[in-house]
């Protein structure tokens, strides 16, 4: 697992180097503590797959889904889903061909779930520097 420190200042360049290195089909998991940034990250993603529209959180319609030509992009908050039962029932495409899923709050899915997810972890260093294992 890599670890790096980067500011908001920095966060373009990290995500857009996290996405040479991300295979499509793919489900990334990000965990971390309120306010950490994950949502922030997630947008910088999309935004930086040429995804023009405004990228909002996901928190109470739990899946939002974005397209780039034959590209789909999910957006997900699990911070609302009490069970794994729950998330089953969002019935998800996951690997689906030419998808791409960010999942906020994986760490609420009991990591047996995770097979094949790679993970992004977010620790708030200080309100301008955060901590990402990826």
Not at 44 to 61: D, K, M, Q, Y
């Amino acid at each position: 697992m890599n670890d790096i420190q980067i500011t908001e200042d920095e966060l373009d360049s990290f995500t857009k180097d996290y996405l040479l290195d991300l295979a499509v089909p793919s489900v990334v998991g990000f965990q971390g503590s309120l306010g950490a940034g994950k949502t922030t990250i997630i947008k910088n993603i999309i935004r930086n797959l040429g995804i023009e529209e405004i990228v909002t959180s996901p928190t109470f319609n739990i899946v939002r889904s974005y397209n780039k030509d034959d590209l789909d992009v999910y957006h997900v908050d699990l911070y609302r889903i009490s069970s794994i039962h729950e998330f089953n029932d969002l019935d998800l495409p996951l690997f689906k061909e030419n998808t791409l899923f960010f999942i906020e709050w994986s760490d609420l899915l009991p990591t047996a779930n995770l097979d094949n997810w790679r993970l992004i972890k977010i620790e708030v260093i200080d309100e301008n520097t955060r901590k990402i294992s990826y």
